[in-house]
């Protein structure tokens, strides 16, 4: 019987059929007969434990390999020419054949960012989601390699009740809410042990009771023991999200009374949002302009598939904002945490090709601030006070909604569903420690609560749950223009991205080989960094720190050791002078 698990062709079933190999029972007596030592139920988590980002988990049991998610993180600060991070592979290498089916629970980045580099790097296995999902994957494939979504092998889940054998998986979805259309949590079981895993989710309640919308009960019901792996990015807020339709009536009034143009600065991943504004301004006989190159695609794709409905004109292109008063026009951008090259930042300080600001505008910031970005919000807080009299955010008015649930809706679910085992997971370790916390206060067991790191196995078998210490690799494995790169084999595109976009400079000195002195004053070139002529002092500066560096060589350092030191020393100064970092290239004269 364990060999038909073998197959690498997922089953489809639907709601209704039979299924001959549900019965656990019997499948266990044959492993149980067949071999001495049952198989286990691995749960590996590939990243999103330690991050918020780069989701992706796997689930082995026996020969049998699926994936949860593959996201993408994006870089912090520090990264150089890095655009995003992936999860690391490592561990399937040579295991290709035995995985027996990728889910991916949305559409967000974080979910699917990565799909299209790992699903060729692990011999395209197959792919199952939701319509908006697999629409979103396959048009990110196409953009990595043109000509390769149509290799794409895909289980579109067609209704919440269909059911999946993979391998010796069964798996199950249910109904979540999310900031994204067709968001699925799924149930995986196993003879040891039933997963649940809601992707990411949001609480949405009832006006009048309180009670959430989405029911999530029926989950308490699945074969025992049971796994809760939970996104507990809102384990740190204790904020009640308003309701849709109080969002909904919010949008509307700032719309409609809005003396000039409206302006709304969103996530491109907040779809259902997007929708809704495209509808109102419709409704209002308003057009709408959407600005950012995630924003069109997510809306296109959205549109295609019916998810958005609206009059075709509706839309209208940016060029094109001028033919109509600015009382009749609604801007839907990106770039509400002052991200660089979105929208929102070119129309302020004047690089859109098109757009300005207007004092009379109406800007909207619709969008919860990603912690760390707190400074740069607030900088464009005030470039858009600066520029505009009507800027309208969420100190003010309620004018976002998080896709994330908060402690009260983690309670709840932990409440509800029953688990015996907890596993907080998709967000930074401390939201997992606090959701940890969370769990014991409302008496939770606490050796069945697991707070695992990136790449740590967690293990169960018939006797129960736990963490191991195995680890398997979990390090970064970055992606820049060129390709993906797990080690510095690259150097030489992420130099060139660096000089685009922080420049160069170089530093000559000159050094009397006997005597090791310095020869005359350091030279200095700057190539797209500073103009020199405006920072005398900097560059001064500069000229001392490699006068003091090259004494040094007294002390016997090599030429190599002198000139990293130039470079680090150097680019610290300069970036914390001007906060760029540009390629900093020594070079030593020896007379
Ligand atoms: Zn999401």
Not at 36 to 49: A, D, Q, V, Y
Not at 189 to 206: C, F, K, L, Q
Not at 500 to 513: A, F, K, N, P, W
Not at 562 to 584: A, C, W
Request: proline share 4%.
């Amino acid at each position: 019987m364990i060999t038909k698990y073998k197959s690498n062709k997922p089953r489809h079933f639907h709601h209704g059929h039979k299924n001959k190999n549900h019965d656990h029972k019997n499948g266990e007596q044959n492993q149980i007969n067949h071999n001495s030592k049952e198989p286990r139920l691995r749960i590996i988590p590939l990243g999103g434990c330690e991050e918020v980002g780069r989701n992706m988990t796997l689930y082995e049991y026996g020969q049998d390999i699926i994936i949860l998610d593959m996201g993408l993180e994006f870089p912090s600060e520090d990264m150089f020419g890095i655009d995003y991070i992936i999860p690391n592979t490592d561990y399937l290498k040579g295991k290709e054949d035995r995985i027996r089916g990728v889910i991916l629970s949305h559409g967000h980045l974080d979910h699917i960012g990565a799909a299209a580099i790992l699903l060729e790097k692990l011999g395209n296995p197959t792919v199952i989601g939701r319509n908006m999902t697999l629409a979103m994957v396959k048009h990110r494939v196409e953009d990595y390699k043109k000509g390769t979504s149509k290799k794409l092998k895909t289980i579109l889940i067609k209704n919440i009740t269909d059911r999946l054998q993979l391998g010796a998986f069964q798996v199950s979805f249910f109904q979540v809410e999310h900031s994204i259309m067709d968001a699925v949590g799924v149930a995986i079981s196993t003879p040891v042990a039933t997963v649940i895993h809601p992707g990411d989710w949001t609480m949405e309640r009832n006006k009048q009771t309180g009670e959430p919308v989405v029911d999530y009960s029926h989950l308490a019901n699945l074969p025992r023991p049971s796994v809760l792996m939970l996104e507990s990015l809102g384990a740190i807020s204790t904020k009640q999200s308003p309701t849709s339709e109080d969002l909904r009536a919010n949008l509307d009034q700032i719309i409609s009374s809005a003396p000039g143009r409206v302006i709304i600065g969103t996530f491109a991943s907040q779809v259902e949002r997007v929708g809704w504004i495209i509808q109102i301004s419709e409704r209002l006989g308003k057009k709408v302009s959407l600005e950012g190159y995630s924003m069109k695609m997510n809306v296109e794709i959205a549109m295609t598939l019916g998810y958005i409905k609206c009059h075709k004109d509706t839309i209208i292109k940016s060029e094109q904002i001028g033919n109509y008063p600015d009382n009749k026009i609604v801007i839907i951008g990106t770039g509400a945490q002052g991200e660089e090259n979105a929208a929102l930042s070119r129309m302020l300080d004047g690089s859109h090709r098109s757009l300005r600001i207007h004092k009379t505008d109406t800007i909207i910031l619709s969008s919860s601030i990603i912690p760390g970005n707190e400074s740069t919000i607030q900088r464009l807080k005030d470039n858009l006070y600066r520029q505009c009299n009507n800027v309208i955010h969420g100190g003010l008015m309620d004018v976002h909604i998080s896709g994330h649930g908060n402690r009260d809706d983690i309670a709840y679910l932990l409440k509800t569903i029953k688990p015996d085992y907890f596993i907080p997971v998709y967000g930074w370790h401390f939201m997992l420690k606090e959701a940890e916390k969370l769990a014991k206060e409302i008496g939770f067991k606490p050796e069945n609560i697991f707070v695992a790191d990136n790449g740590q196995v967690i293990d169960f078998d018939r006797s129960g749950g736990r963490l191991s210490t195995e680890k398997v690799p979990s390090s970064y494995v970055f992606v820049d223009g060129s390709g993906v790169t797990d080690s510095s084999n690259d150097v030489v595109l992420r130099d060139r991205k660096m000089m685009s976009e922080d420049g160069m400079i170089v530093v000559i000195t000159t050094i009397d080989v006997k005597s090791g002195n310095l020869i005359g004053s350091p030279d200095i070139i700057s190539r797209g960094f500073v103009y020199m002529k405006e920072h005398k002092d900097m560059i001064q500066k500069v000229r001392d720190k490699l006068r003091s560096i090259v004494r040094e060589r007294a002390a016997g350092h090599d030429d190599d050791y002198i000139k990293n030191k130039m470079r680090h020393e150097i680019g610290q100064y300069l970036f914390q002078e001007t906060k760029r970092r540009p390629m900093v290239l020594p070079v030593i004269i020896k007379v």
